[in-house]
């Protein structure tokens, strides 16, 4: 997660996307400018984190000018303050002050929803602790600290395509910083630590059988609302990248 200095002056961010991700359109006030980003009262748009990358869309005032938007960054992700980043030729006093109007680009965004569902399920699949991921709108990875090889791709994407054919229903809650430290075991990535700060983490939850869910774990990303949306995936390739480490990547059928 790329993060800037923050300055005092700015509240936090409203983050649109966690109350609906499935949200297109909303109005927003920009609040002012820091280092090239322009930072708005709310955002639509997801800024890259997580493995994530940001979502895409424009940005528009009353007097028709448009702004493409493509990368979205944290000033300070504990306050969740967020900022857009301006293209180099793009003067930020011209926003500045201005109500807009957001748009979100949903096709690309609903990849990426159903890909990082799909990830969460992977990890069911591979019970091992992550060492690493990435989210793309056309494939996406996971690596496992795995202590024997071994995996055939045949037999994991039938495990995968059988989890995503459970129709089961992606939920999320927040939980405190000492019922997290409580339960270190949430956390299933090594190299990717949730936010720390803001007194909360959120949790996404896969519904299992009865009360134990199928999946838990802290997440601050877009999901899809059930896993029947992600559709049929493929396991594409596994691959050897150290002593214990494998990489194994996906991708829509």
């Not at 997580?50 to 869309?57: E, N, Y």
């Not at 134990?212 to 601050?220: A, I, K, N, R, T």
């Not at 992600?230 to 059928?253: D, H």
Request: charged share 25%; glycine share 10%; with cysteine.
């Amino acid at each position: 997660m790329d993060t800037l200095p923050p300055p005092p002056d700015f509240p936090a961010t409203e983050l649109v996307f966690r109350t609906d991700a499935y949200q297109t359109e909303a109005e927003a006030l920009a609040l002012g400018a820091h280092n090239g980003l322009l930072v708005l009262d709310r955002t639509l748009f997801y800024p890259a984190s997580g493995g994530q990358p940001s979502d895409s869309g424009t940005l528009s005032r009353a007097d028709g000018r448009e702004l493409p938007v493509s990368d979205m960054k944290y000033l300070d992700p504990a306050k969740t303050i967020v900022g857009i980043v301006l293209p180099p030729e793009e003067e930020a006093a011209g926003w500045v002050g201005q109500k807009v109007t957001m748009r979100l680009d949903f096709a690309r965004r609903l990849k990426l929803m159903r890909m990082h569902s799909a990830l969460h399920l992977l990890s069911v699949a591979l019970p091992y602790p992550v060492t690493g991921g990435s989210i793309g709108t056309e494939d996406g990875r996971l690596d496992f600290d795995i202590p024997d090889a071994g995996l055939d791709k045949d037999d994991l994407t039938a495990k995968l395509n059988a989890l995503i054919d459970r129709n089961a229903a992606i939920t999320d809650r927040w939980i405190t910083d000492a019922e997290l430290d409580a339960n270190p075991g949430l956390v299933k990535t090594m190299s990717v630590k949730p936010p720390r700060g803001a007194g909360k983490v959120r949790l996404v939850e896969i519904a299992g059988t009865g009360a134990e869910p199928l999946d838990l774990q802290p997440c601050g990303g877009t999901h899809v609302r059930n896993t029947s949306e992600i559709g049929p995936m493929v396991v594409t390739n596994i691959e050897k990248k150290g002593k214990q480490n494998r990489r194994v990547r996906i991708a829509f059928a």
